[in-house]
C-alpha cells in the first residue's frame, strides 16, 4: 500500500481538483478515509451538505490507478502540497 496522501491539492484523473483534509477512522468498519473537499461549487450535492461538500473516500480507492486512452494513471495526484 501506498503511503497515505499529505494535505495539499490533488487534480482527479477527469481533471477537477480537490483539497485533501487528511485521512480518517471509519468508526464502525476501521477502514481507513480520506477527506477531501471539491474546489469548486457542487450543486447537485444536496442542501445538507451546501456547495462545497466534504467527500470521503477508501483510501485504496483514493490510491487507485485508473486506465484512460490506454494509460495507466493515478485517480489522483498531488499538485500542491499545504
Known amino acids: 500500500m501506498n ?4 494535505p495539499g491539492v490533488y487534480r482527479h484523473f477527469k481533471g477537477k481538483d ?3 483534509l487528511g ?5 464502525e468498519s476501521d477502514e ?3 477527506l477531501y473537499l471539491a474546489l469548486y461549487p457542487v450543486h447537485d ?3 445538507i451538505y451546501g456547495e462545497t461538500p466534504t467527500f470521503a473516500r477508501p483510501l485504496a480507492s483514493f490510491q487507485d490507478v485508473v486506465e484512460v486512452d490506454g494509460e ?3 485517480r489522483f495526484r498531488l499538485i500542491e502540497r499545504d
Do not use: N, W
Open 3 to 6: 503511503a497515505a496522501p499529505v
Open 18 to 20: 480537490y483539497r485533501v
Open 23 to 27: 485521512v480518517a477512522k471509519h468508526t
Open 32 to 34: 481507513p478515509l480520506v
Open 45 to 47: 450535492a444536496g442542501a
Open 72 to 74: 495507466r494513471i493515478s
